[in-house]
């Protein structure tokens, strides 16, 4: 209803456009208001006090222009002007039953509208990490997203949900690392179990698919594994695991083990989400980023452009300079890219691939990345 009554607006305005009254109808915002009480009418616009200055008129003049203008309506039974220019819509009584006719009339299409003019526009939501499976918040996110992009289709923008994959660095080393120690119990190997390491039942079941799929292949001698739980500080000693996993097994059978457990997950994942009813038209590997050398070359762009300086063996991405808190690291002083700089390659590569609108749904934990991740946008 408000929409019918913005549009009778709309006409009003291009007519006094026409009459040199107004310099232009476009880009004029119109608010259509719940009226205070019946006495009011139903609805109430402040059209003409927001455009009396431009015009130069008095408010309630312009009004009754305005009003003077409107074209003849169904669903009006009067128009009037009420305090310093307020225009009241009263609706005839038959106008909301006419609504009730034209939702049984459209169906699932009510409501459609062109608002979005087809914009191409990205919605990206969920990206929980491919560690473990959903949980209650994973559900709170999964449902907002998926409500935002039906309203966006809704309403005529061009709409791609998206999931971003989180399948590099370091917690991905530690699934892995979990699964190979439990693949290596479940052989009957007596290797003790991190307290920092993924704790679930399903890295037991991963850990079963493994062996019936490749028997005792990721088999080591138990020795050195056992003594590297020698080390005291947690951090130190799964770091000490993942090295020696990497370097033992070697990288083929490394990225077996890795590819299964993230195969494992990744289908948890998604046959969760569709039982939800969430479905995503693409899922973006964090992975890709880095092997394509995407990470390096947004860090390379970054640098010619001036946005990065080194302070304590690190590189530093000067986002305090442009809306942020403070500078954030891009390469720790060990050459590893932080899950910062993935996020800017990731957030480019949205643009790079032409999406014109662009909306993240995060978790309430990620709200001091809105900041940073604006920064890198504007330095890009």
């Known amino acids: 209803m408000k929409n019918k009554i913005q549009e009778l607006l709309l006409q009003s305005l291009a007519i006094l456009k026409s009459k040199d009254i107004l310099s232009t109808s476009n880009d004029i915002l119109i608010k259509i208001e719940n009226s205070r009480g019946p006495e009011h009418g139903d609805f109430a616009s402040n059209i003409a006090m927001t455009l009396a200055k431009k015009t130069k008129m008095k408010p309630r003049q312009l009004a009754q222009n305005i009003i003077d203008q409107l074209p003849e309506s169904e669903i009006l039974e009067r128009v009037e002007i009420a305090g310093p220019g307020f225009i009241n819509f009263f609706l005839k009584q038959d106008a909301h039953q006419a609504t009730v006719v034209d939702i049984l009339e459209n169906g699932h299409h009510y409501g459609d509208s062109e608002i979005g003019a087809n914009i191409s526009t990205l919605v990206e939501f969920v990206s929980a990490n491919p560690t473990g499976p959903l949980h209650i918040g994973h559900g709170r996110g999964a449902a907002y997203g998926a409500v935002v992009s039906s309203l966006l289709k809704k309403t005529g923008f061009n709409v791609s949900c998206e999931y971003y994959i989180n399948d590099a660095g370091r917690q991905m080393d530690i699934l892995v690392i979990s699964v190979w120690l439990r693949y290596l119990q479940h052989n009957n190997a007596e290797v003790p179990f991190p307290e920092n390491a993924y704790q679930g039942d399903y890295i037991a079941d991963i850990a079963k698919a493994l062996c019936t799929e490749h028997a005792e292949k990721f088999v080591l001698p138990t020795e ?29 059978y490394y990225r077996i083990i890795f590819d299964t457990a993230l195969d494992f997950i990744l289908i948890t994942i998604k046959n969760d989400l569709v039982d939800f009813g969430v479905k995503f ?20 762009k970054l640098i010619k452009n001036d946005w990065v300086y080194e302070k304590d063996g690190a590189q530093w991405f000067c986002s305090s300079k442009l809306g942020d808190e403070k500078d954030r690291v891009l390469i720790r002083e060990n050459g590893q890219a932080t899950y910062f700089a993935s ?38």
């Not at 130190?236 to 090295?243: A, C, R, S, V």
């Not at 032409?354 to 504007?378: L, P, T």
């Open 343 to 380: 996020d800017i390659a990731y957030h480019l590569s949205k643009v790079e691939r032409g999406f014109e609108k662009i909306i993240n749904v995060w978790g309430a934990d990620h709200h001091g990345y809105i900041a940073r991740v604006k920064a890198s946008m504007k330095a890009l």
């Open 224 to 252: 050195k594994i056992v003594s590297l739980f020698e080390e005291k500080d947690p951090e130190l000693k799964i770091d000490d695991l993942i090295k020696y996993c990497i370097d033992s097994l070697g990288e083929k």
């Open 281 to 300: 038209n693409n899922w973006f590997s964090e992975r890709s980023l880095i092997e394509s050398k995407t990470v390096n070359k947004c860090i390379e």
